[in-house]
C-alpha cells in the first residue's frame, strides 16, 4: 500500500527468513568477519575468471539462503538480484544455474534494497511465496568496468572507495520468524552536479537525504523511532556530508547513523580509502550482520538505505555529472 | 536539468568544498621524487652492468637496459605487486619507462579471458595507447618545427 509519496507499507509482514552471505578474504577478515556464511581465500573462488567467480559467490549465497530457511531452491517462486556489470552477467547467469525465475534488477550500489522492496512486495501481494532478493560486486570485475586493469599502477585518491568482493542473498517470505519488512520508500535520482567518479560519497549523500527525508514524512516517524539507520556505502567520505545536509533539514540522526562502507572494514585499512561500496557491500552488510542483530532482538528496528551512483564509463568519460539513487527499507524485530 | 536543480548543484558544489580530503600533494610528490629517482638508480645500475661487465659501449648498453627494466616491471606486475607498490609511489612508478610496461602488462594480463587475439590483442594497448598516439603525433609537431626552423641553414 502506497502511504504518502514514495513509501509502501507491507500489510502482510513478509520477513526475511534466511539470509546467505559469501565474501572475499578481505572481508572476512574485517571487524564483521565471522557474520558471513562463506569466506573465500583464493579471489578466483576455484574459477578461471573474475566475472565467474563473483557469480559463484552470487550462487553461494543463493543457496545458502535457502539452505538455512529449510526450503530447496525449486519452492522460491521468484528471484530478484542485480550487480555491476554490463547487461547484469552475474544475476542473469546465476539465475541459469538455479533455475528459478529471474527479475533482473539495476541500481549500482542500491541494488541490494531495490531488490529486497520488490520482493517484499511480490510476497505482501502473494505474487510469491518465497523471493529470493540478491546482490552481489567483485572488486576486480567492478574495477575492470569502472576503471583500469586490476594490476596496473594508478594512485588512488582519499576519497575512492574500494568495492566489495561479495555476494548477500535474502530469502523473503511469509513466516513466524526473521525480521518484518514493514516499509520501503523507492527513490528519486538526484543529481547535484558531482562529476568526479572519485568522489562518489559526495556524490550520493543528497540522494541518501533525500530518501531518508521523504522516508520520515511518509511514514510519519522520527529518527529517533530507528536504533539505526545506516546508508549503502557513503563511506568516510559521504556519511558525515550526509549528515550534516539532514541537520540542515532539521533531522538530527547523531549517534544513529553509520554506514555499509565504514563497519565492513576496520578503520586503519589502507587498501580501501574511504570505504567499501558495490551492491555486494550493502547485501552483505545486511544480510550478514545488521539483519543478525535484528533477528536477535539486538536492534529493534532499523533503516537501510542503500545507495547508487548511476553513472557508467562512458558517461563520465563523456563529462556527465553522476546521477544517484537511494532506497530504504525499514526493517523491525518482532519475537 | 532544471534551473532550480543548477542553482542547487552550484550550492552544493561550493558547500562540499573542504568537506572531502585532498590529495595529500606534498607526500605524493616526496613519494614520487624517491621513488622514480629509486627506479632511475636500478636502471643505471643495470647500464653500468652491461657497460662493464659485458663491455658494451654506453651507446648501445641503453637498449638491453630498457629490455631489463621493462622485464622487471612486468614480473612485478604479474605477481600483483607493481599496482600496491604504484598507490605508494604514484607517479614515481608511472613515469619511467616501467610504468608503460606496466599498463601494457595489466591490460593484456586482464583481458586475457577474453583469448588472445580478441582479448589481449585488442586491449594490450587500451590504457598506454594515448602515450604512443601523442608521442608520435607530439615528435611530429617538433620535427616540423625544427625542419622550418633550419630550413635556411
Redesign the interface.
Known amino acids: 500500500m502506497l502511504i504518502g509519496k514514495q513509501t509502501w507499507a507491507f500489510q502482510n509482514a513478509p520477513r526475511v527468513l534466511a539470509t546467505g552471505t559469501a565474501v572475499s578474504q578481505k572481508e572476512g577478515k574485517g571487524p564483521l568477519g565471522k557474520d558471513f556464511d562463506l569466506i573465500y581465500k583464493d579471489p578466483y573462488v576455484g574459477q ?4 565467474k567467480a563473483e557469480r559463484k559467490l552470487l550462487e553461494q549465497a543463493e543457496e545458502k539462503a535457502v539452505e538455512k530457511a529449510g526450503v530447496t531452491m525449486e519452492d522460491v517462486s521468484v528471484t530478484i538480484s542485480g550487480d555491476l556489470l554490463p547487461q547484469n552477467i552475474t544475476s542473469n547467469f546465476a539465475a541459469r544455474t538455479e533455475g528459478r525465475p529471474l527479475l533482473g534488477v539495476f541500481s549500482a550500489c542500491a541494488t541490494s534494497m531495490q531488490a529486497v522492496a520488490l520482493a517484499s512486495l511480490l510476497v505482501d501481494t502473494k505474487a510469491a511465496t518465497y523471493a529470493l532478493a540478491a546482490a552481489s560486486s567483485h572488486n576486480s570485475t567492478a574495477e ?1 568496468v569502472f576503471r ?12 575512492a572507495h574500494y568495492t566489495v568482493t561479495g555476494a548477500g542473498a535474502a530469502l523473503i517470505g511469509l513466516g513466524a520468524t526473521g525480521p518484518v519488512i514493514t516499509h520501503a520508500t523507492i527513490g528519486k535520482v538526484n ?4 562529476q568526479n567518479p572519485w ?1 562518489m ?2 556524490a550520493m549523500a ?1 540522494a541518501a537525504v533525500d530518501t531518508i527525508v521523504q522516508h520520515l514524512d511518509d511514514t510519519g516517524r522520527k529518527v529517533s523511532d530507528y536504533d539505526l539507520i545506516i546508508t549503502g556505502d557513503l563511506a568516510r ?1 559521504g556519511l ?2 550526509a549528515q ?1 545536509l539532514l541537520t540542515q533539514r532539521g533531522i538530527d540522526p547523531a549517534g544513529r547513523f553509520t554506514d555499509c562502507g565504514i563497519l565492513l572494514f576496520t578503520p586503519d585499512e589502507p ?1 580501501v580509502f ?1 570505504g567499501g561500496s558495490g551492491p555486494g557491500c550493502c547485501a552483505c552488510v545486511t544480510f550478514g550482520h545488521l539483519l543478525r542483530r535484528v533477528a536477535q532482538g539486538e536492534l529493534k528496528r532499523i533503516l537501510v538505505v542503500a545507495t547508487g551512483a548511476l553513472l557508467s564509463p562512458i558517461s563520465s568519460q563523456q563529462n556527465e ?1 553522476i546521477p544517484c539513487i537511494a532506497h530504504a527499507v525499514s526493517f523491525e524485530y518482532r519475537g | ?1 532544471s534551473v532550480q ?2 542553482v ?3 550550492q ?2 561550493t ?2 568544498k573542504g ?6 600533494w606534498f607526500r ?1 610528490s616526496a613519494r614520487a621524487f624517491l621513488s622514480g629517482g629509486a627506479i632511475c638508480l636500478v636502471g643505471q645500475g643495470v647500464e653500468e652492468l652491461f657497460v662493464h661487465v659485458f663491455h658494451y659501449t654506453e651507446k648501445v648498453a641503453s637498449n638491453p637496459t630498457v629490455a631489463v627494466m621493462v622485464m622487471l616491471s612486468v614480473i612485478f ?2 605477481f ?1 605487486i ?2 600496491k ?3 605508494w ?3 614515481g ?2 613515469v619511467p619507462v616501467t ?1 608503460f610496461a ?2 601494457v ?3 593484456a ?3 586475457k ?1 577474453e583469448g588472445y587475439v580478441m582479448g589481449v590483442g585488442t586491449n594490450m594497448f ?2 598506454a595507447g594515448p602515450v604512443i598516439v601523442f608521442g608520435v603525433v607530439s615528435a611530429f609537431v617538433v620535427g616540423l618545427i625544427k625542419y622550418v626552423l633550419t630550413m635556411g641553414s
Open positions: 578461471s575468471s573474475w566475472e575492470r583500469y586493469p586490476t594490476e596496473y599502477g594508478a594512485q588512488k585518491p582519499p576519497t543529481d547535484f552536479g558531482v568522489e560519497g559526495a543528497p567520505v558525515p556530508i550534516e587498501d574511504s555529472t | 536539468m536543480m543548477g542547487k548543484a552550484k552544493y558544489q558547500f562540499i568537506r572531502q580530503p585532498g590529495r595529500p605524493n606486475t604479474g600483483g607493481y599496482d607498490f604504484a598507490q609511489a604514484g607517479a612508478s608511472a610504468g606496466n599498463a602488462a595489466s591490460a594480463l586482464e583481458h579471458t587500451k590504457v
